[in-house]
């Protein structure tokens, strides 16, 4: 008998859809698992979205997007990046995930090396290894802040490596890579020569002091890096599956002609609403914004109440990486236990890399009830136990 694809047999299971299956088996349990803003998408954007259907542009529409959306996205870069943006350096995606993987296809051969953080967001080594790419993971550590540091990734860099995922501000550690340190990354990317995808879909998601800075900003490398966004976290438009590449245009180029062979495009109408959510959303991202500051602040009060459980400071996403090590069980082991006996899903930090074994993904995009009767189990259990 003819097995299945070596792809499909070794393809990674997701660790979040394990925690899911164990949920399941009880009743009132608390998800403090998945990236799901708490927001409905606006509705301006809604309306948006209705007229272009009752306009009926409802038919198939270019591989690489609609005008309109391209060169708002090229002009939201030229004004971040101060450098001309035109729509041939953009292509529209199905969600971010699509657009990473369009990315890779673009730069990675079968037997190349692609450096992915650990911690990081596994779909990227499924990614690669759907390419017949090599993950090689690259350690973060949190007294670093949970910011990847240039000496571990050139550390990792061998003769076959070819491009690196770089994900600022990140899912699942809540970090955002300071200038100064994207400067050390920058020069050793240009040493190597490497192609970048650099995720930054919560770009728009960052607290305090920090500030979201890109690769793309430095002249020297910017030709070999490829943006990688989405309107999902940012404007609440998860369900509505709309990402985008920006690039040289010599990558972006193409792009179109895989879309054509993978989804042909996207719909028109989704896209017309993507367009005026980036002419008219400042408003809308500063709303969610508030709402994720107050709940990352209320996350780091009710954390430091609990013994045993540690958090570093949290400068943007709405993901909380928190050390569990003093338990001296895995990060699995304290997940379920969680489950069992607190009736709080949570993701072990082991999901995503050998590096976050010894802590839990919380997510705070929900409603501040939640996320407080949440806590409240999860310090009733520990507080129960024995000892830490």
């Known amino acids: ?88 350096h953009v292509m529209i995606a199905f969600g971010g995930m699509e657009a990473i993987l369009l990315s890779l296809i673009c730069v ?50 061998t003769e076959k490596t070819k491009a690196m995922i770089l994900n600022s501000p990140s899912n699942p550690l809540g970090a955002v890579i300071p200038y100064e340190g994207m400067k050390k990354i920058a020069e050793v990317v240009e040493r ?65 002609k895989l879309q054509e062979g993978i989804a042909s495009c996207l719909p028109e109408f989704t896209q017309a609403a993507a367009a005026e959510a980036i002419e008219k959303g400042d408003a809308a991202i500063s709303e969610m914004r508030a709402q994720y500051i107050m709940n990352r602040n209320l996350v780091l009060e009710e954390l430091a109440s609990i013994p045993g459980i540690t958090c570093h400071t949290i400068a943007g996403t709405f993901y909380a990486f928190v050390n569990i090590k003093a338990f001296g069980k895995s990060s699995q082991a304290f997940a379920e236990d969680l489950i069992h006996h607190a009736r709080v899903l949570t993701v072990p930090g082991s999901a995503f890399g050998a590096m976050g074994e010894g802590y839990l993904r919380l997510v705070f995009a929900g409603s501040e009830s939640m996320l407080r009767e949440a806590f409240r189990r999860i310090r009733t259990y520990i507080e129960s136990l024995d000892s830490i």
Request: charged share 25%; hydrophobic share 40%.
């Open 192 to 256: 190597h020569d490497l192609f970048v995808v650099s995720d930054e879909v919560y770009e728009a998601l960052v607290y305090d002091d920090a500030r979201h800075h890109s690769l793309a900003e430095f002249d020297r490398i910017r030709r070999n890096i490829l943006i990688v966004n989405s309107f999902s976290k940012t404007y609440a438009m998860t369900g509505w599956r709309i990402g985008y590449v920006v690039g040289d245009p010599r990558i972006i180029s193409n792009m179109p």
């Open 1 to 88: 008998m003819k097995t299945l694809s070596e792809v499909v047999q070794h393809y990674p299971a997701s660790g979040i859809r394990k925690m899911f299956e164990l949920a399941a088996q009880y009743e009132d349990v608390i998800s403090l698992t998945v990236g799901e803003p708490v927001f409905d998408t606006p509705a301006f954007i809604k309306d948006a979205a209705k007229k272009a259907m009752d306009e009926n542009k409802t038919h198939y529409v270019g591989n690489a997007g609609i005008l309109s959306l391209r060169k708002a996205i090229a002009e939201k870069y030229s004004q971040q990046l101060n450098v001309p943006h035109t729509e041939d």
């Open 108 to 157: 990675v051969n079968p037997g190349d090396e692609v450096l992915i953080p650990d911690p990081g967001y596994p779909n990227y080594a499924g990614q690669i290894r759907l390419l017949g790419g090599i993950p090689v993971p690259v350690p973060v550590y949190e007294k670093n802040q949970f910011c990847i540091q240039a000496e571990d990734i050139e550390d990792a860099i």
